[in-house]
């Protein structure tokens, strides 16, 4: 069973930074896309990002080109989010999810990002 479990969620001001970390276990992933998706208070889940883990290459949300980067660590199985240049519009709840084909069927629980104007 795929498991993920995000951390450095956190409470920062505009123009700031934090780093979003996801470990993923149960599976090897080499077949995966894992990705970052956000939901803010009374709006949908959206995508933010995500990463085909076995070549790397990287997709991104017109809202955050530029000022967040996703990334892997293969060996430790781990998922990040660098988010550079936070504005208020970035609070949200992140999950990070797997999709083992062509749907995203592993979340996990989530954690909130607060940023202040």
């Known amino acids: 069973q795929v498991q993920l479990v995000e951390s450095g969620g956190g409470l920062v001001q505009a123009g700031g930074s934090l780093r979003l970390s996801c470990a993923a276990s149960?599976?090897?992933?080499?077949?995966?896309?894992l990705g970052w998706f956000r939901q803010a208070p009374g709006k949908e889940r959206e995508f933010v990002a995500s990463i085909i883990w076995r070549i790397g290459s990287m997709f991104y949300a017109d809202s955050v080109k530029g000022r967040f980067t996703i990334s892997r660590d293969k060996a430790k199985n781990a998922l990040y989010l660098q988010m550079n240049k936070l504005k208020p519009e970035d609070t949200a709840v992140y999950y990070c999810?797997?999709?083992?084909?062509?749907?995203?069927?592993?979340w996990g629980q989530g954690t909130q990002v607060t940023v202040s104007s």
């Open positions: 999810a797997a999709a083992p084909g062509g749907e995203w069927g592993y």
């Open positions: 149960g599976r090897t992933f080499s077949n995966y896309s």
